[in-house]
C-alpha cells in the first residue's frame, strides 16, 4: 500500500520562504518520478514541480527560479523548497507519484497514481 504524507505548510508573509516534505511508504521509492502539484480556491489543480529517478527537475514557469524540489532515497522523502513565496502562491500542495518514467508527461496529473492528503501554503501580503 503506497502513501504519501505532506508537511511544513502553514502562513508566511510574502517574500518568505517555507520547506514542505512529502514522505513515501510503499515499493522503491527510488524508481519512482515524483511530482509537486498545487490548488488554490475555486482554480483548478496545477503543475509546480517534479523530479525522476535520475534527479533531472522539471518547474511550471510560474515558479521556477524561487523553488527547488529534491528527492532524498534514503529516507523516501520528496521536499519543495519554496523562497521569495508571493500571494499567489498560496494553495493546498499536494505531493504525487508518477505512474510511468516518460519525462515529457511529468506535468499532466492524470500521470500520477498516488496522492497525498496536501499541506495547506497561505502568503500574506
Known amino acids: 500500500q503506497v502513501q504519501l504524507v505532506e508537511s511544513g505548510g502553514g502562513l508566511v508573509q510574502a517574500g518568505g520562504s517555507l520547506r514542505l516534505s512529502c514522505a513515501y511508504s510503499?515499493?522503491?521509492?527510488?524508481?519512482?518520478?515524483m511530482g509537486w502539484f498545487r490548488q488554490a480556491p475555486g482554480k483548478e489543480r496545477e503543475f509546480v514541480a517534479a523530479?525522476?529517478?535520475?534527479?533531472?527537475?522539471k518547474y511550471s514557469d510560474s515558479v521556477k527560479g524561487r523553488f527547488t524540489v529534491s528527492r532524498d532515497n534514503a529516507k523516501n522523502t520528496v521536499a519543495l523548497q519554496m523562497n521569495t513565496l508571493k500571494p499567489e502562491d498560496t494553495a493546498v500542495y499536494y505531493c504525487?507519484?508518477?505512474?510511468?518514467?516518460?519525462?515529457?508527461?511529468?506535468?499532466?496529473?492524470?500521470?500520477?497514481?498516488?496522492w497525498g492528503q496536501g499541506t495547506q501554503v497561505t502568503v500574506s501580503s
Open positions: 523530479i525522476t529517478s535520475g534527479d533531472t527537475t
Open positions: 510503499g515499493r522503491t521509492f527510488s524508481n519512482y518520478f
Open positions: 504525487a507519484r508518477k505512474r510511468t518514467i516518460n519525462i515529457a508527461t511529468m506535468a499532466i496529473p492524470r500521470e500520477y497514481d498516488y
